[in-house]
């Protein structure tokens, strides 16, 4: 199981976000705690226009949480807050419902489909899209 978790994709995708850092000057920044694991991410975004601009973040946390907040990081400028709710209304179905990542740019989601069948580890690729939330209401 923990072969399928961590695929090749996965695991790229976190060592991608290891190099990212935070915003030097963002103009929204959340931070969140997984009580049950330990994860915490902090999550930076700059508006332009009411879309977003740059995000950085930082993750102390399992291979699952750096995988999400990176594909936030590299999929989210440009987007709108509608375009990112939906993107995190894609990764609940996929987590929760076993249900398939959509076509187009957000089927990179797809690496997320085998924490389906992992109850107690879907909140770590949820904590950052629900960092990214907070950060889009304020």
């Known amino acids: 199981m923990s ?21 030097a000057k963002p103009q929204h920044s959340v931070t969140l ?60 179905a996929i987590l929760k419902d076993g249900a398939n990542a959509p076509a187009g740019e957000w089927s990179s989601l797809a690496i997320f489909a085998p924490v389906h069948r992992v109850k107690s580890r879907q909140e770590c690729v949820l904590l950052p899209f629900e960092a990214l939330g907070k950060a889009l209401a304020r």
């Open 3 to 23: 072969d399928e978790l961590y695929q090749a994709a996965l695991v790229a995708r976190a060592k991608q976000g290891r190099t990212r850092g935070r915003l």
């Open 33 to 92: 705690d997984n009580p049950l694991c330990g994860d915490r991410v902090t999550l930076d975004i700059d508006l332009d226009g009411g879309r977003i601009a740059a995000v950085g973040h930082q993750v102390r946390g399992c291979l699952l949480c750096e995988a999400s907040a990176e594909t936030i990081a590299a999929q989210a400028p440009g987007k709108t807050p509608a375009e990112l709710s939906q993107a995190a209304a894609f990764v609940s």
